[in-house]
Every structure is written in C-alpha cells, then in structure tokens.
C-alpha cells in the first residue's frame, strides 16, 4: 500500500514511537530549524522528520499514549451529496443554497452518484472491505448551521470497511533508516457537512453561511494504532497524496477541504486505557502534529500531578501553541441516531452480481471502479527509483511538494540530460530558489522548458556547472530570456581554445610557486586549489576537467 515520508520541522517536544518520558516534563526536545507553511493552494509539507526521546531513567514512569484520527475529506464533485445546488470555495455567502440544504418542509434527498463512486474507489484504494449494502442514518444535534437538526451519515453500516493505510517514517533524520508503519482504518462512510458560523465579536452576533451545508463528506475513521503527532501527520499526509491521485478530494487543507480530528490517551502500558480527549477540527498537518504532541504531554503532566484527565472536546490555539477546552463530554451527547426514512439502502454490485438488464447509469459496479484506479503514490514512488534510478527518499520528495513531480516529468520530456541529473537540479536548486522565496511550483518564474534548455547546454558542455547556476539565478528574475541569450550576453560559455586555456593555467602555476610545490609533493588538495584559480581566471568559463589535464601535462603528473 502506499508508503509515505515526510519531513517537516515542527516545534515542540519530540517523543520515541511507543514509550514516552513521564519524568521530564519541560519542553527541552531539539528544536527544529524553520519550515515554509505556504498559504497559497496546498501546502508543501515536504517532509517530516521524527525525533527520539531520552531513554527513560531508572524509576522512572513510561508513558504509552495512544491517538485514533477521524478524517472528513469533502468530496471532489460538481454538487452536493443530495442536492443540486453548486459546490464552490469563496463563493459569496448563502449563493448556494438549495430547497433541501435550508431544510424546507417537503424537499427529498436524492443521492449523488458521483460522491458514491468516490467513496468506493477510496475504500478500494485503501484496502477497504467495499459493503454491497449500506445505510444511511440520521445523526440528531442542535447547531445553528445544521437547519434540519440532524445529519445524514452512515453509522450503522457504512460503504467501507476494515482497510489499511501503510506510511514510512525516517528514524534519527538519517533517510537510511526508515520504518514502515501500518495503520488500521476502521471504516469509511459518506456524510453531509454542515453550514459554517461566522463570529462577530464586535457587534456580538454569529452569522450563518449555508453553502457547506449539504456538501458530500468521506470520513475515514481509522483505529487508534498511532502514538504521536509525527506518525498522525505522516499517516495523513499520505492519505490526503492517495486522495489526490484518485481524484475523489482535491484535499486541500487550507481551503477546509481535509479536517481531522484527533483522540488522545495516555496510560501506563499493561494498563486500561485512560480517558481520551477529543481535538477538534486540525486545519494543518503542522498543526496536528503539534496539538497531539502537546495533549499527551498535558494529559501526562495532569496526571502526574495527580490530577485526571477529563473526557472534553477541545481545540488547538495556534497562537498560543495549546489545546483549550470547549465542551465537556461527561453528559455523553445523545445523538438519537436513527435510519434515515428518506433514503433506501444502499446497494452496490460486482461482475458477478450484476444483473445482466441492468442498466449502467441506474447501478455502481465495484469492479469497474476497481479497473479504473489510477498509479497510487506507493507505485508512483517505485516507478520513479526503478524507471529514473533515483534515491527512493528523492521519490518521496517529488510526490510530496504539490506540483513538483509534473515540473520534474515535463523537465524530463524537453531536455537530453539524464535523469540523475535532472533530479539534481530539481531537488537542490530549482527546490532550495522556491523555499528561499516561499513560492508554489505553480508560482516559479523558471519554467520546466527553461530548466530543460540550460540542463541542455550543461549537456552539451556549452557552459560549466558554476556559471549554469549563474545563468539560473538569471532565468528565476523572470525578465523574458532563454537560457542562451543570458549566456551569451554574459560571455559564460565554456572555453573552446585550448590554447587561451593553456596560458590561463601556465600563469596560475608561474603565480603561485607553492602550490605547485605542494601539487609535487602530492597533496590531493593543492591540484584543486590549482584548478579552482584557473575556472577563476577564467571567470567560471573553463571545463575543470580540462583544466585538471593541461595542469598535470604541465606539471608532468
């Protein structure tokens, strides 16, 4: 199944994957270095590295904590799960609203085939048991944007059941040493979202915006198998890769696409289970990572403390970097779950199954989804290692930043430069220039047929390495010119007269007596010193290589 890494500096304490230092309740762990968090389209979060705790000292306390996630990804469609009406970010507020989504008296749900086709093919691609009927129940609570008083979910029989999401994760930041983790994903079920209310603390009042209300929901409930934040980000992330090859969730966070939400315990091992906490409604993979990180060092400080950890929802302050309590869940809620009157089950079928007068548009074949699921991240990763020879963490790399494996794939088509090298300029310059500036891949001034052409003359042996990266800090200007033109008008093209080239070298070598008493004497690091005051003689235009030949004839090496 689908493996993912991820590397992202999170701040806050860092714990080893199943145990955790009850005695050490200070934030001491190593801080990592700063990270982009674009807010343009999808974030990044390229990578995720986790970090080890101290090993606990003698007499003291281990911690086991233990983490289940609920995903609620909004499904990639034209119209909501059981209405008409539009589905649009940022449109203006209550523009798209139906009869059904305000709840009028007499308005019947009809079911959007689109959103079940999406719901089977993520249940396929995730290793699901795809039910051949399920249900859908009414899920009773009393919000302002919930006009109907209730929500249409599937709590008893949902589409998809029993899969697995396997990720890995790099141990000690060494990219040798990575684990594979699997995690359990207890079940998959279609839902209606709510409306959204808008705070006004200025004027005291909360305004009501219903075009959520009724947007189609996959919430994918997996088993509490994590243990910290790094692994729930990890997990999610390639969860939201797998959404977004299939197609079923654009998955984009920062539009509210993808939420999660996140149950945390802790308890010592051999022991019951301790009572959970609920956080709610994490926007970010940063933010996830965070807030579970500090719940299971809260709920062990409490209890240390002597204190006991309540059964409450609460909610990340990204400010303050804590969780902060909302409601508490003593009373526990009853939701007055009942089938929902308006709706029949549910049924899907195989090959096998179908009726042979079956019409096509009237019924979903399982099978049929099955033929039509695209390369998931996992094969995508091993065709990149095996068809490129690429390091399987640059694989990783590429599918991780948003857009960067079609920029390295358009790269690939335009120019004659082996992909050894083509994955060298695009993880180390043409990345570093984006994080240096805080841009998308979609934003960069330096188009893959830009970077196709200079990788070309750099083939080619047209230009050095040295003055390619001087005519691709050029190219990132964005002022209109080719890669040939820059290095025309700067005169960076290599050194085509031997001859040029041989006075270059005999007056470094007549220039610097020493070092070539040092070159005789053979120490490997005077040749160098030698050819590196050639190219800079040269102004970055000589070929090293040719360098290095002409030093040694004239040096009789």
């Not at 020879?389 to 930043?401: D, K, Q, R």
């Not at 010119?481 to 006075?503: G, V, Y």
Request: proline share 5%.
């Amino acid at each position: 199944m689908a493996a993912s890494v991820l590397r992202l500096g999170i701040p806050g304490r860092r714990w080893a994957l199943a145990w955790i230092d009850g005695g050490s309740r200070h934030r001491s762990g190593t801080q990592p270095g700063p990270t982009s968090n674009r807010a343009r389209g999808q974030s990044s979060v390229a990578q995720l590295s986790l970090r080890t705790a101290q090993k606990p000292r003698k007499g003291e306390h281990k911690w086991a904590a233990v983490v289940g996630l609920e995903i609620h990804a909004q499904i990639c469609s034209n119209s909501k799960l059981f209405s008409g009406a539009q589905v649009c970010f940022a449109a203006p507020p209550n523009s798209l609203v139906s009869f059904f989504d305000a709840s009028l008296p007499g308005t019947l749900p009809v079911l959007n085939r689109r959103c079940v086709e999406a719901a089977v093919m993520t249940g396929l691609a995730l290793n699901c048991h795809i039910n051949r009927k399920s249900l859908f129940d009414r899920k009773h609570y009393f919000y302002a944007d919930l006009p109907a008083g209730y929500q249409i979910t599937q709590q008893r029989l949902p589409i998809a059941t029993n899969g697995h999401l396997t990720y890995n994760i790099y141990i000690r930041k060494k990219q040798s040493q990575v684990t594979t983790k699997t995690v359990r994903i207890k079940q998959i079920q279609l839902e209606q979202d709510s409306g959204k209310s808008l705070h006004d603390d200025l004027r005291s009042q909360t305004l009501i915006d219903l075009n959520r209300a009724g947007v189609g929901l996959l919430e994918v409930v997996l088993e509490p198998d994590l243990c910290c934040g790094e692994e729930a980000a990890v997990a999610v992330r390639e969860l939201q890769l797998i959404l977004q090859a299939l197609g079923t969730s654009q998955a984009n966070m920062a539009e509210g696409q993808l939420r999660v939400d996140a149950n945390i315990s802790v308890h010592h091992p051999g022991e019951p289970l301790g009572v959970r906490t609920e956080v709610k409604n994490l926007n970010s993979l940063r933010f996830l990572a965070k807030a579970i990180d500090y719940e299971i060092q809260r709920q062990i400080t409490e209890l240390e403390d002597g204190g006991e950890v309540l059964n409450e929802t609460r909610s990340f302050d990204y400010k303050l970097g804590c969780t902060v309590p909302m409601r508490d869940k003593e009373g526990k809620q009853d939701y007055r779950f009942m089938p929902e009157p308006n709706l029949p089950p549910l049924v899907l079928y195989d090959a096998t199954s179908l009726p042979s007068d079956a019409d096509s548009q009237q019924v979903i074949n399982i099978d049929q989804l099955r033929d039509m699921l695209p390369e998931l991240p996992s094969a995508t990763r091993e065709r990149l290692v095996q068809q490129y020879g690429m390091l399987p963490e640059h694989s990783f790399t590429l599918l991780n930043e948003v857009g960067l494996l079609e920029f390295f794939q358009n790269v690939i088509k335009e120019t004659r430069a082996e992909p050894k090298k083509v994955t060298n300029w695009v993880l180390n310059t043409f990345l570093y220039y984006l994080k240096q500036q805080n841009l998308a891949v979609s934003e960069s001034p330096v188009t893959p047929g830009a970077l196709a052409e200079l990788l070309d003359l750099l083939d080619s042996k047209a230009i050095s390495s040295a003055a390619a990266k001087q005519v691709f800090e050029e190219l990132w200007k964005g002022q209109g010119k080719t890669a040939a033109q820059i290095m025309s008008e700067q005169q960076l093209e290599l050194m085509q007269d031997r001859e040029a080239l041989e006075q270059l070298c005999q007056a470094t070598i007549d220039g610097h007596p020493q070092t070539v008493m040092d070159v005789k004497k053979r120490n490997p690091k005077a040749i160098n010193k030698l050819i590196g005051l050639v190219r800079k003689a040269s102004l970055s235009r000589a070929d090293p290589a040719l360098i290095k030949e002409i030093l040694e004839k004239k040096l009789s090496l």
